[in-house]
């Protein structure tokens, strides 16, 4: 992904956002994308995530409203289990995005919002506990940390697992797993880490990002 109109991609994703809250579903903005795009601006994304009940009835229903190029269906792990994500690709106003419809398996767990357009928001809580799955399901993707440590800022990663850990399932150990999967990857790989950091806009060196998880890491094996 590279993108050099952010403006012109924040609209197409807003009129998409439009689509989806005109389906008469309860959908909720969640994830990085609602961080990204509610609370922080750190950096952009292509990728929209919604999580819902039922996946694959909104993507029959998008078939309707948006130009679908794409559809594909795998598997998402959410603590305690994997659960079906219909991943849907398009193009708005030529630029391509593409939208992670996410089955919900903890919709009342945490407090959301309903916007204007239909859709809900999740709190900064939900949003940091969906995050923390995503990185570790994937720790090789640097841009989950990179949101972590934003949210750090204002809410620490150490209080956040002491505090929801029992609801969420989510414990240290397996953050720090995850982080010290990621700096293996940084150091194999520091020319794509980088061209991944430039590409979402992100304004944190990977070195700067080396030296908070392993600080991160320090702070909860202790």
């Known amino acids: 992904m590279f993108i050099t109109d ?25 994830g990085s994308f609602g961080f990204v795009r509610a609370y922080s601006q750190h950096r952009i994304t292509d990728t929209i995530q919604i999580y819902t ?11 309707d409203v948006i130009d679908i190029r794409e559809v594909s269906i795998s598997e998402r792990w ?16 030529g630029i391509n995005l593409k939208i992670n419809l996410i089955k919900d398996i903890f919709q009342d767990m945490f407090e959301k919002t309903k916007l204007e357009i239909g859709l809900y928001l999740e709190d900064l809580e939900g949003i940091y506990h969906r995050i923390l799955l995503d990185l570790i399901n994937c720790p090789e993707n640097i841009l989950y940390a ?3 440590a934003y949210i750090d800022d204002e809410y620490h990663l150490i209080d956040f697992i002491e505090i929801f850990s029992k609801n969420t399932g989510i414990k240290s150990d397996s953050v720090v797993e995850s982080l010290k999967k990621l700096l293996e990857v940084m150091e194999k790989d520091r020319f794509s880490i980088d061209r991944t950091l430039r590409e979402h806009s992100v304004n944190i060196s990977s070195n700067v990002m080396k030296r908070w998880i392993k600080a991160k890491i320090e702070e909860l094996s202790q």
């Not at 009940?53 to 078939?63: A, G, Q």
């Not at 959410?78 to 106003?93: A, H, L, M, N």
């Open 78 to 93: 959410q603590i305690p289990e994997k659960v079906p994500q219909v991943s849907v690709s398009t193009v708005k106003d």
């Open 6 to 30: 952010v403006g012109k991609l924040l609209d197409a994703q807003d009129k998409i956002l439009t689509e989806l809250g005109n389906l008469d579903e309860e959908l909720i903005i969640s």
């Open 146 to 148: 990179v949101d972590i």
């Open 53 to 63: 009940e039922n996946p694959e009835n909104v993507s029959e229903k998008l078939k």
